[in-house]
């Protein structure tokens, strides 16, 4: 079936380093790919999509890029904040059927000042 | 804030009791999707609604249930609770767009006793 792995976390970084989150995916198809952000007490939220290979999603400074040779969508940024602190998700949507989202396990991301 | 609304925020009731869970989905969404968050099983898909009729269950145990309404409102009930049914419920909604993004509500935080 489809699945998606994410990088372990807790990842903990310092403001202004560069982060990479890493995602591969296992899927049929072309499915389409996701980050989603989780912050404290709060529901998931949209942070960036890629429908085909080789988009780019880009959202707040994230970056993505979907790779169909390596089944891969890491999520980038140049300069983190503390305000970036949450828990990430790389998840797929299925190509075909309910288009239900696969979930990788999460990475909580802390940025220290 | 996504559109997608979920009532109530947090629920604490016993075992062996039954719960509801509401959702509204974002105006124009046709497509109601339940997910559970628990630290142990991480994000995983229950089930999906379309235009009122069940489209894919997942990992959803038969002690729960739900339906979606005329006016795309979605209810989940949970019934027979136990210990192990404490997590995070969520409800997205999207427009079944290949590719479209789910949107997210805020949860309902669920803790059986």
């Known amino acids: 079936g489809n699945s998606v792995t994410q990088m372990e976390g807790p990842v903990t970084l310092s403001e202004e380093a560069f982060l990479t989150i890493n995602c591969t995916y296992t899927?049929?198809?072309?499915?389409?790919l996701f980050w989603y952000v989780q912050y404290p007490g709060e529901g998931l939220q949209l942070l960036l999509k890629?429908?085909?290979?080789?988009d780019k999603g880009s959202n707040k400074g994230f970056e993505a890029t979907y790779r169909k040779e390596t089944t891969s969508f890491h999520l980038e940024k140049g300069s983190v904040q503390v305000s970036d602190s949450a828990v990430y998700f790389c998840?797929?949507?299925?190509?075909?059927?309910?288009?239900?989202?696969?979930f990788g396990q999460g990475t909580r991301l802390t940025i220290n000042p | 804030d996504s559109g997608v609304t979920q009532t109530p925020k947090h629920l604490i009731t016993a075992t062996g009791q039954r719960v509801t869970l509401r959702c509204s989905p974002r105006?124009?969404?046709?497509?109601v999707y339940w997910y559970q968050q628990s630290l142990d099983q991480g994000l995983q898909f229950l089930i999906q609604?379309?235009?009122?009729?069940?489209?894919a269950k997942g990992n959803i145990l038969e002690r729960f249930s739900a339906q979606q309404f005329p006016d795309l409102h979605s209810e989940l009930n949970l019934s027979s609770l136990e210990l192990g049914d404490s997590a995070l419920y969520f409800c997205?909604?999207?427009?079944?767009?290949?590719?479209?993004?789910?949107?997210f509500g805020p949860g309902t935080r669920l803790l059986v006793l």
């Open positions: 997205a909604s999207s427009d079944h767009t290949r590719g479209e993004a789910q949107y």
């Open positions: 899927a049929t198809g072309y499915p389409s």
């Open positions: 890629a429908t085909k290979a080789d």
């Open positions: 998840a797929l949507s299925e190509v075909q059927g309910a288009q239900k989202l696969v």
């Open positions: 105006s124009g969404d046709l497509s």
């Open positions: 609604y379309y235009n009122g009729e069940e489209r």
